[in-house]
């Protein structure tokens, strides 16, 4: 679930707190818990960017949306960053995410590490859907895995421009 400023405040104020009171053992564990709460884990209020495909299907067919696949590459690609900063965590995009799609990410980084049945399932979805080495690419599918819609590289426009990409195809 994605935190809010509020959240995040509310943290930095139980910290100090704490940084006075515990031990610097506890004071770390309960730092990184907090920090790990502020950073993104949501895509959209409500609508998290999932990672396992089969739990995006089963969740697409329950709430009757299309998914959008994120093939990216989060923590080297400039295009893909771009994309999270300026298009991703708008308000505008969120809303329509909330009421519109299934968000999964499918992640190929260089340095972070990703467990090895998520490492075998991105590839194989890559494969399926003709990705290549070229980052990012957005892919809208139906809840049974039909492309509406494939882009290559970053939309220009902001959320507006890219909203309007899905809706374009959207069933």
Known sequence: MQMNGNNCMLSKVL??????TTSFRSFLFIAAVSLLACLRTAGAEGVPWLTDYNA???QANKENRNILLDFTGSDWCPVCMEMEKNTFNTAEFKDFAAKNLVLLQLD??????VPDKLKAQNEHLSDVYGVGDGFPVYILIDKTGKVLVRNLGGVPGGPAAFIALLEGKKT
Not at 108 to 113: A, D, E, I, M
């Open 15 to 20: 910290l100090s707190v704490l940084m006075k």
């Open 56 to 58: 995006a299907i089963e």
């Open 108 to 113: 190929f980084p260089l340095s972070k590490p």
